[in-house]
């Protein structure tokens, strides 16, 4: 770039680079053997930590675990498994609830997928929320949470798909 004097960018001043040490001043403190030992310790603990996380760890033990998300692949000849919640209104019109309809993502609710069926009863929140950001829609009086299976062959789907139920809840009021 030039300027409007005519000086270009770099016409600039060099600046002195700072002093350079006395070589016989190293400025490094040397550690003790006790400091090295306690280091060679702990380093030794966190690769047994990972040596062991990485052969019998699951996600829980991120970073010591692997994440199987990452770590692993599907089975190409086996199920896929796609999980979703939908409402049913009195007409019997289903209505999903996941994606974003009730303020949970999907990995967050799939996370939440053992405690829901032990409790179905919390199905009922998600219609209340449904109910919440919809309130023109119809009232719903079930709540479902659906697995749909996908067979694979050789990584492509075979067209063989089926639904099961995995836990339902019947509502008496959702507003």
Same mark, same amino acid.
């Given at each position: 770039? /030039?300027?409007?004097? &005519?000086?270009?960018?770099?016409? =600039? #001043?060099?600046? *002195? =680079? !700072? $002093?350079? !040490?006395? *070589?016989?001043?190293?400025?490094?403190? *040397?550690?003790?053997?006790?400091?090295?030992?306690?280091?060679?310790?702990? /380093?030794?603990?966190?690769?047994?930590?990972?040596?062991? &996380?990485?052969?019998?760890?699951?996600? @829980?033990?991120? #970073?010591?675990? $692997?994440?199987?998300?990452?770590? /692993?692949?599907?089975? #190409?000849? %086996? +199920?896929?498994?796609?999980?979703?919640?939908? &409402?049913?209104?009195?007409?019997? @019109?289903?209505? *999903?609830?996941?994606?974003?309809?009730? &303020?949970?993502?999907? @990995?967050?609710?799939?996370?939440?997928? #053992?405690?829901?069926?032990?409790? $179905?009863?919390?199905? /009922?929140?998600?219609?209340?929320?449904?109910?919440?950001?919809? +309130?023109?829609?119809? $009232?719903?009086?079930?709540?479902?949470?659906?697995?749909?299976?996908?067979?694979?062959?050789? %990584?492509?789907?075979? %067209?063989?798909?089926?639904?099961?139920?995995?836990? @339902?809840?019947?509502?008496?009021? =959702?507003?």
């Amino acid at each position: 770039m /030039t300027h409007l004097d &005519g000086r270009r960018s770099y016409d =600039a #001043p060099v600046v *002195p =680079a !700072p $002093p350079v !040490p006395d *070589p016989g001043e190293t400025g490094v403190l *040397p550690l003790s053997s006790t400091g090295r030992r306690i280091r060679l310790a702990a /380093t030794a603990v966190v690769l047994a930590l990972l040596l062991a &996380g990485t052969v019998w760890g699951n996600d @829980a033990e991120f #970073p010591f675990g $692997p994440f199987r998300m990452y770590s /692993t692949r599907a089975d #190409p000849d %086996g +199920p896929v498994v796609s999980t979703s919640v939908v &409402g049913v209104s009195a007409d019997g @019109a289903v209505v *999903p609830l996941s994606g974003g309809e009730v &303020g949970l993502r999907r @990995a967050e609710f799939e996370g939440q997928l #053992p405690r829901l069926v032990e409790q $179905p009863e919390l199905l /009922t929140l998600l219609a209340r929320s449904y109910a919440a950001h919809h +309130p023109d829609a119809e $009232p719903l009086v079930e709540v479902r949470v659906v697995q749909r299976r996908y067979q694979l062959h050789d %990584g492509r789907r075979t %067209g063989e798909v089926s639904d099961s139920v995995l836990v @339902a809840q019947h509502l008496s009021s =959702a507003r």
